[in-house]
């Protein structure tokens, strides 16, 4: 019983990385999907920007402006 439980098991945890799998075991490119944003195309397309890169921007042009002047990220507005 518990053999063919396992046997069952297996077999179906093959067939669900072979179905998640898909694009990159049977298509020509065979790679994954850029999932990073500064990597991939179309969400630089979409307007999409890397979190990290935003950060050292705002940080850069906080520390760039006067002391009397409040310049903070577009998003936040803090200084």
Partial sequence: MFIELLLLVLGLMSLAILAMGFNVFF???KKFPQSSIGGNKE???LGLKCARHEE??????????????SVGCSDCGHA
Avoid: F
Wanted: charged fraction near 50%; charge should be positive; aromatic fraction near 0%.
């Fill in 27 to 29: 298509r020509k490119n």
């Fill in 43 to 45: 969400m630089r397309n």
């Fill in 56 to 69: 050292i921007k705002c940080r850069r042009d906080v520390d760039r402006a006067p002391a009397t002047e």
